[in-house]
């Protein structure tokens, strides 16, 4: 039976290296206090009006395709996944297949939102393409320019510490060798709490929403300051523009979530945590891998962890991780590689990969 695999990945990350002694210039915060918390020295930002969430895709892409051997031409299918677009719409897919130079072919382009684990749910859309016999290359790109979306007050600061600029980009192919391949994807949701790590503004939401209990979801405004309209001038002055996070609810949930959505993967082609080589985690929180790395008995070189130079790059995080473990060599021909990701929606999702 044909399976899918990755035939090719890359990553790209920015040159400018913002460390936390850099933030500490701009807000009220400290390199202590964020590497204790999170785990992060430094994160890299994207140059202004040069570089945009699908430029860096793009760069991404481009070294991916290389790598899977094919031409641009021969991409059939685009997925991006992203929670910063370049604009609101069109999506950030049509705008790489633009950069790339491939309009040409007039191939369909998807955009995920699924914040962390997008780049695992196109994983699993490209997937189930490739398996089909629908697509023979399909493009999957995670890619974040968070710093043009940041808060960079002392209001911001539990938030914007966290993130980072980069790309990530894999071509899925069709393969026919025994045991290698995606063996399984797993795909998770429950929008309980979706304004718990939320970019609520702009939005047609007007103020409308409510919880699981049926309580109103308060987003500080009076009926007055809403109008009718769709960004107003109380969100601009009061930072309501930018991401909001309980940092707690996201890690009491993150750390319930990785284990049990891996165990899942792991259940269904009948296999045990003893049966992984790597396991590339989201790259949310240092303390967040740590833990699971712990719950799983995982050995340190087991998992991967960049996050420390790259900060949480959302949608890119896990195919950077991915890409780094194998040019280092760190994950090899036949290794059983499990990719695990949670996030804002709150989303999460897990792949196991024979390599
Ligand atoms: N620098 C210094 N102090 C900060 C700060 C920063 N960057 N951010 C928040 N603080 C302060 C808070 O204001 C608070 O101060 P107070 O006690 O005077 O009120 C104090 O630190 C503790 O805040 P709290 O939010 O309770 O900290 P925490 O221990 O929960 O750590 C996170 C905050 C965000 C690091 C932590 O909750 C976390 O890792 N959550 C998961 C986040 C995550 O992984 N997000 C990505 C999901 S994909």
Known sequence: MTKSKIGGIAYYVPERAVTNHDLEKVMDTSDEWIQERTGIVERRYGVKHKETTSTMGARAAEKAIERAG??????????????????????????????LGITKTEIGALDVRNQCSGF??????????VKSGMYKNVLLVGAEMHSMGLDFSTQGRNVTVIFGDGAGAAVIQPTEEEGEGILTTKLHSDGTYAEKLAFINPGSHGGYHFDKMGEEVDFGFSDAEFGEIFMNQHMVENGQIYPNMEGQHVFKMAVQKF???????LGAVGMATTDIDMLIPHQANLRISKFVQKVLKLQDDQVWNNIQKFGNTTAASVPIALCEAVEAGAVKKGDLVCLAAFGSGFTWGSALIRW
Do not use: H, N, W
Not at 120 to 129: E, V
Not at 259 to 265: G, R, S, T
């Open 70 to 99: 094919i031409s641009k031409e021969e991409v059939d299918f685009i997925i991006f996944a992203t929670l910063s677009p370049d604009y609101y719409f069109p999506g950030c897919g049509v705008l790489l297949q633009r950069e």
């Open 120 to 129: 695992i749910y196109g994983l699993s859309i490209a997937d189930q393409f």
């Open 259 to 265: 284990p049990q959505v891996i165990m899942e993967a």
